[in-house]
């Protein structure tokens, strides 16, 4: 594998096409090389449209999908960004790339440890990962400017809308399989936030949050 004509391709052929069209994210997704956060016996799918295994239950999602995450939040360079679900710390990278800081909590202490490590080897050194269930938040460390879940929930906890700054935004991918929206969280007020939906798409769920209880007949 050619790594640099492989981001080429990636960003040619799945990222453009989804709508992911600022030159300096792109620039970000062309330059990280991705095959440092996936598992040595997947490096062949480093660039690939597919989900990766990377143990425990959790997987990395498409390229398309963190691209989209990062691209949707519009981060200007000042922010201070909370990440809930690390995994292999990918998109940990891209968005440090574009905020001030990224704190970003890991349910699983093993993936927490070889996320921290990529993140080493990729130089990312404004990026702190933190063994934590993600669905408490961060309540010490916020306010935060923005929040991203790398994964997809059922809803999103109100606990964590009220880690926002007044005009800050979360992002996260709502709903249930067959359907569930990137959904845009913004707060207005103290008490108010406005939600947009901004694309349908699937993801696999993060641990640690709350599903609906299903009733059975």
Same mark, same amino acid.
């Given at each position: 594998m050619n790594p640099q004509q492989a981001r080429f391709n990636m960003v040619e052929q799945q990222i453009r096409p989804w709508d992911v069209l600022d030159k300096t994210v792109l620039h970000i997704l062309s330059e990280l090389p991705r095959e440092i956060f996936v598992p040595q016996a997947f490096q062949a799918l480093a660039y690939t449209d597919t989900t990766i295994p990377l143990g425990h239950g959790q997987e990395m999602v498409e390229p398309r999908i963190d691209a989209r995450l990062m691209h949707d939040l519009q981060l200007l360079g000042h922010e201070q960004v909370l990440e809930i679900g690390t995994g292999s710390g990918y998109l940990t990278a891209l968005l440090a790339k574009r905020a001030q800081h990224v704190l970003s909590l890991e349910i699983n202490p093993e993936l927490a440890q070889t996320? +921290?490590?990529?993140?080493?080897?990729?130089?990312?050194?404004?990026? #702190?990962?933190?063994?934590?269930? =993600?669905?408490?938040? @961060?309540?010490?460390?916020?306010?935060?400017?923005?929040?991203?879940? +790398?994964?997809?929930?059922?809803?999103?906890?109100?606990?964590?809308? #009220?880690?926002?700054?007044?005009? =800050?935004?979360?992002? @996260?991918i709502v709903g249930e399989e067959p359907i569930m929206s990137a959904t845009l969280f913004t707060r207005t007020a103290d008490a108010n936030w406005r939600s947009q939906a901004l694309w349908d798409t699937s993801a696999p769920r993060l641990q640690g949050f709350t599903e609906p209880t299903r009733f059975q007949f």
């Open positions: 996320a +921290s490590h990529n993140l080493q080897r990729a130089g990312i050194t404004n990026a #702190q990962v933190r063994v934590a269930n =993600g669905s408490n938040g @961060a309540v010490v460390d916020g306010p935060f400017d923005a929040i991203v879940l +790398s994964g997809s929930v059922a809803e999103v906890p109100p606990s964590l809308l #009220q880690q926002l700054k007044i005009g =800050g935004r979360l992002i @996260a």
